[in-house]
């Protein structure tokens, strides 16, 4: 039952009027004076003790309109609660919509501080994260905006001579502002910092020296990662973009480089790892030449940055870069690093030699196939190329000497002594070799390499290649074959003593009066007539003039 309230409202308003006091601490006795000027002490009176200043003001607490009383059950002023109290209660007591909003506002912006706290710690506790902001990613972020800001990209820069379509420049941005992204939400950074440049290069410049004042802190100074680190990290990566980090990473923390040069033991050695990691992804997409630039791009770079601190890439990922480079049709940038791959390689009498040269098969196979595309936009028509490209296999240089910076250096260099998956490489590698020779209409060459091969000139230390080998002779008879459609007729008689520099020499240039329709059609003719390996050595054995007779001869017959 429920009882109003008014009356005892009323009643109270009353009994403070009329005692003009206040509630106050009830005292148990009371001094008084006598007539003596003597002190006793009488008890006090229960009630509302008597207020000095009787204009005290009073303000008095607001009670609802409803009182619950258990005990007035039966009096006349209890009712029973109608639904025009349910109501009036509702109304009064409802929530207020801004209020809420702020409440849940409120509640966000504590997540998203703890969230900061949580992600910037974690970054300074894990010295091989990747998404440490760095002044590379300060810049970028200045170039190119967060992902929500719509802008005009800075150029990007492609390789000479390639221009990748629409789709394939709309791949890199999405790709940096992904990466934006994500350094962004691991670096504890609200979302909004998204949508204003300034705002995001403010928060990401927070945090860049919060990473110094940490890194240069001696109470927090931590050692560098060391190469098991890394190399533990860089199983885990998924991305090209997560090793480049990573490496850079751990580099710019002062990882030793000693185990880049490791040349022993490839389990402990970087380049090794490094070069597995990127393997993989190219297993997902190996077709892909955005890919392909991005890993040349990181090796590059990376060879750069050992420079500077006084070591050198190594075969391993030189080799990688190498094969990438050929892969995606750049005989410039095959040019430059087959340079690197001949000045960092050393020896080649091991495991790692191995590899070395089974990057360069890869290398070759990669330019054969550009030279067997016909079609016309094939940069193989122009005579320039190809000189190029017989440049790379030769060494030829403009003094019409030979350097070792060449295909043909690693195709005549001995590898593992004993080991059939090496002679196996190593005969790939020089069939090879021949065969696009041929293909560039190198007859010269062909027939001063034969005869390097007889005179037992070439430094191979396993038996699979001689001249005794019927597989090789054929080999160089289809070459040679093929060569003949492709020359021009020969200006003068070639020496029989004539040195290899001298033929190559001779083919460099004649690869120049070449006529683009006879190479187009030889380069898309693969038929080939080969007599029997006898006739084919004796005819081998020839001056060179005989010998182009005789394989004429051979076609004429069949």
């Keep these: 039952m429920i009882r109003s309230a008014l009356p005892r ?22 001094k008084r004076i006598d007539k003596n000027n003597d002190v006793y002490y009488t008890l006090a009176k229960k009630g509302l003790a008597n207020e000095p200043d009787p204009n005290k003001e009073y303000e008095f607490f607001e009670m609802p309109n409803l009182l619950l009383d258990l005990d007035a059950e039966g009096t006349r002023h209890v009712r029973s609660v109608d639904d025009g109290d349910e109501a009036l209660m509702k109304t009064k007591w409802a929530e207020v919509p801004r209020r809420e909003a702020v409440k849940v506002r409120l509640r966000l912006f504590e997540e998203q501080v703890n969230e900061s706290r949580r992600k ?21 972020a200045a170039l190119h905006g967060g992902s929500a800001v719509q802008r005009k990209q800075a150029r990007d820069s492609f390789l000479p001579g390639q221009v990748p379509d629409a789709d394939g420049a709309d791949v890199l941005r999405s790709g ?14 609200p979302p909004h910092a998204a949508n204003e440049d300034q705002l995001l290069l403010h928060w990401m410049l927070l945090r860049y020296k919060s990473l110094q004042q940490n890194s240069s802190s001696s109470r927090s100074k931590k050692a560098a990662p060391s190469p098991s680190e890394l ?48 393997a993989r992804l190219w297993s997902g997409s190996p077709t892909d030449p955005v890919l392909c630039i991005e890993t040349l791009t990181f090796l590059g770079n990376l060879s ?25 049709g750049s005989l410039e940038a095959t040019s430059a690093w087959l340079y690197r791959c001949n000045h960092t390689h050393g020896s080649l009498s091991n495991q790692r030699g191995v590899l070395l040269v089974e990057d360069v098969l890869s290398t070759l196979d990669s330019l054969q196939s550009i030279l067997r595309n016909s079609d016309g936009s094939s940069k193989m028509h122009d005579a320039r190329q190809r000189q190029l490209l017989f440049q790379i296999l030769t060494g030829i240089e403009e003094d019409n000497k030979l350097t070792p910076d060449s295909i043909r250096l690693f195709a005549t260099t001995c590898l593992i002594r004993d080991s ?51 597989g090789i002779a054929s080999t160089f008879a289809g070459a040679l074959e ?20 001298e033929c190559v020499t001779a083919d460099y240039h004649a690869i120049e009066m070449q006529q683009a329709q006879t190479w187009q059609a030889a380069a898309s003719d693969n038929t080939q007539h080969v007599p029997d390996a006898a006739t084919c050595r004796s005819t081998l054995d020839l001056s ?6 005789g394989v004429e001869s051979w076609r004429a017959r069949s």
């Design 544 to 549: 060179f003039e005989a010998c182009i007779a």
């Design 120 to 140: 910037a710690h974690a970054i300074l506790s894990q010295p091989t994260n990747i998404w440490r902001i760095t002044p590379h990613d300060v810049v970028s």
């Design 176 to 189: 940096r502002s992904d990466v934006i992204e994500k350094i962004r939400a691991e670096n504890g950074i």
């Design 304 to 328: 750069e940055q050992l420079s500077s601190l006084g070591a050198h890439l190594g075969p391993l990922l030189s080799g990688t870069a190498l094969k990438l480079a050929a892969h995606i």
């Design 9 to 30: 409202a009323s009643q109270l308003a009353r009994n403070a009027d009329r005692s003009s006091g206040h509630h106050r601490r009830f005292k148990a006795f009371v």
């Design 231 to 278: 190399t533990q990290a860089l199983q885990a990566q998924s991305s090209l973009t997560g090793i480049r980090r990573l490496v850079f990473r751990c580099l710019a923390a002062g990882t030793s480089v000693s185990s880049f040069q490791n040349e022993t033991n490839l389990d402990a050695s970087l380049p090794h790892h490094i070069r597995d990691a990127c």
């Design 482 to 501: 093929q060569a003949i459609r492709i020359m021009p007729a020969p200006d003068g008689e070639l020496p029989r003593d004539a040195s290899v520099d």
């Design 420 to 470: 059939s998956h090496a002679a196996e490489v190593q005969r790939k590698l020089y069939v090879g070799y021949l065969t696009t020779l041929g293909q560039l209409g190198a007859a010269r060459t062909i027939w001063k390499e034969w005869r390097q091969l007889s005179s037992s000139q070439v430094a191979f230390s396993v038996i699979t290649i001689s001249e005794k080998d019927d």
